[in-house]
Structure formats: structure tokens, C-alpha cells
């Protein structure tokens, strides 16, 4: 039975790996046709895709009357996503280029997008106002970004029939490689847990590394598959797409289904001021440097680990 878990795994992480490579090719070729950077398409398009997860949870949890569920998925998805699967993305592959003009311009103003949530919880609730005031500032800056090369790419379909048939099977394509992607993550993450629980590996083992895993396994993929394929534009724009996201619209939706209502501050406390710093050294390093190298990832992975050590000592002291 054992064996068996480790066949699935291999061949899970194979079409994981392979679907990376299509989602990475296709938003690529989505990316020319519309006249969108990489860096823009990956922050709006494949963002949203890697953030369905955490959509699904939210709206369970906010039809459950447990939004506060989705909140805590919500910031430590984040903190995983610019730490440990940044970091880790960028360790493996040795670092790589920031070339994005946007991201350098725009990377404070992501910041505080992706901290207006935990600034409209200082009352420890995020009431239905709130959730409109979310999506309203993700959609402005959705359409800061996007401008008008959209529309004015749909508006010359009619002048080349012949490519408008190539965007439209890159779309299904695309489409294709997400349920691929997310097919192959939840495999990858069954057939693990099996083999943990075969082994008798510890909970507490299994869940700070191979739920974090699981939960990064998407953005992690297609962030390397990116980088090793020198579209590195399209790693960055995903993870901090991802962070905005699930800060703006999904927390967004939440509240606006059900209020959302604190219930544990202190490692509410804990993990908000840790999104907040975690995010000041990648703010630094996209300002000043030109690359990120792998010591500069391993400084990234290393701030998860601080932040498992904090929420350790929060709870043992409760």
C-alpha cells in the first residue's frame, strides 16, 4: 500500500510539473495577443486562478457562519506566499532577474493594498462596508493596471480572425492546465499525507510542512516552471497578484456574505504584524536590487520559519 502512495506521488508531481509548463507557455502567448506585460496578466489572470482555494474556503466558511475560518486561511496563505514558496522558488533556481518596471513602481501601493484588510480590522471586525470598500480598491487597481490594452486588443479581432482562433485555444488551454494544476496539488497532497501517516510521522510535523506544502503547491510550481523558462516577470506578478487578491476580493466576498469577527487576537495580532514586516524586505529588494538570489531566498523561507516559532510561543503561553 505504501509503494502504491509513492507511485501516485510521482506521477502527480510529473503532471504537476507538466501543467506548470503549460500554464507558463499559454499566459504567455494570452500575454502577447492582448498586449499585456507578464508581470500584469499573472498579477490579475493566473493569481486569481491560484487563489481559488482559498475562495472556495471563504465562501464555505462565510456560509457556515465561520468566516473567521477564511480569515486566518487567508493570512497565512499570505505570509506563505511571500516567504516560504518566494523564497523557495528562488533558492532552487538559483535566483533570478526584476525586471518588471510595474512592480518597482507599484510595490508600495501593493503593500498597502494587501494590509487594508488588517487596517479595517483595528475594531476586530470586518463588517459588510468593509468588504465594499475591499473589492472597490481591488478593482481600481485591476483597471490601473490593465488601462485600455484589453479592450483595444478585442477591438482588432475582426483584422485577424486566424490569431483570434490561436487566443482562444491558448484560453481553454489555460483553463485546461489550472484543473490539471489543482488536480495534481491535491494529489500530491493525499498521497504525502498517506505516506506520513504510514510512516507515524508527527501531527505537528505534517502540519507546518506538508500542509504548507500543499497550500503554496500551485504558486510554487508555476513560479520555478516561470523562472527556469525566463519569464520571471510572471513568478513576481503571481505571488504579489496572489497576495492582493486574497486580501482584496476574497476577503471582499467573505464579509460581504457574512461579517467577519476576530475571536483569537493575539495570533490574529501576531500573524498581521508579521504579514505587515514580512512584506518590508521584498519591498526593499524589488526597490534596490535588480536580482533576487538564492541567499535572498533563503532569507525569505528563514522569515516562515520565524513566524512558525512566534505562533508557537502565542499558543503555549495562552
Not at 481559488?52 to 487567508?74: C, Q, R, Y
Not at 485577424?160 to 489543482?182: E, H, P, R, S, Y
Not at 514580512?278 to 528563514?302: C, D, N, Q, Y
Not at 516562515?304 to 503561553?317: P, Q
Request: hydrophobic share 60%.
Amino acid at each position: 500500500m505504501l509503494l502504491s502512495y509513492f507511485l501516485i506521488l510521482l506521477i502527480s508531481f510529473f503532471i504537476l510539473v507538466k501543467s506548470g509548463s503549460l500554464l507558463v507557455r499559454t499566459l504567455f502567448l494570452i500575454s502577447r495577443f492582448l498586449g499585456i506585460g507578464e508581470f500584469t496578466l499573472a498579477f490579475i489572470l493566473m493569481s486569481f486562478a491560484t487563489s481559488l482555494p482559498e475562495l472556495f474556503v471563504g465562501i464555505e466558511s462565510a456560509l457556515s457562519a465561520k468566516p473567521t475560518l477564511s480569515l486566518g486561511n487567508i493570512l497565512g496563505a499570505n505570509i506563505i506566499n511571500m516567504t516560504l514558496a518566494l523564497g523557495f522558488v528562488t533558492a532552487i533556481s538559483g535566483g533570478f532577474a526584476l525586471k518588471s518596471e510595474t512592480a518597482k513602481r507599484d510595490i508600495w501601493s501593493i503593500w498597502l493594498i494587501s494590509i487594508l484588510p488588517i487596517i479595517l480590522l483595528t475594531d476586530l471586525t470586518l463588517s459588510r462596508i468593509d468588504g465594499i470598500i475591499l473589492l472597490i480598491v481591488f478593482f481600481f487597481y485591476a483597471r490601473h493596471l490593465l488601462k485600455e490594452k484589453v479592450y483595444a486588443a478585442l477591438n482588432n479581432v475582426n483584422q485577424n480572425a486566424v490569431t483570434f482562433k490561436l487566443f482562444i485555444k491558448d484560453v481553454f488551454l489555460f483553463i485546461f492546465g489550472i484543473i490539471l494544476l489543482f488536480a495534481s496539488s491535491w494529489a500530491v497532497v493525499f498521497s504525502a499525507s498517506q505516506i506520513a501517516s504510514q510512516l507515524a510521522l508527527p501531527l505537528f510535523v505534517v502540519g507546518i510542512f506538508l500542509l504548507a506544502f500543499g497550500t503554496t503547491l500551485p504558486e510554487t510550481v508555476f513560479g520555478l516552471r516561470s523562472i527556469l523558462t525566463k519569464h520571471e516577470d510572471m513568478a513576481l506578478g503571481n505571488v504579489l497578484g496572489s497576495v492582493a487578491v486574497n486580501s482584496t476580493f476574497i476577503l471582499g466576498i467573505v464579509s460581504l456574505i457574512h461579517p467577519i469577527q476576530v475571536q483569537d487576537a493575539p495570533s490574529f495580532l501576531c500573524a498581521s504584524l508579521f504579514m505587515i514586516f514580512a512584506f518590508l524586505p521584498l519591498i526593499f529588494l524589488i526597490r534596490t536590487r535588480e536580482r533576487l538570489t538564492m541567499s535572498h531566498g533563503l532569507l525569505l523561507m528563514f522569515f516562515y520559519v520565524i513566524f512558525v516559532i512566534g505562533e508557537i510561543i502565542i499558543k503555549s503561553a495562552i
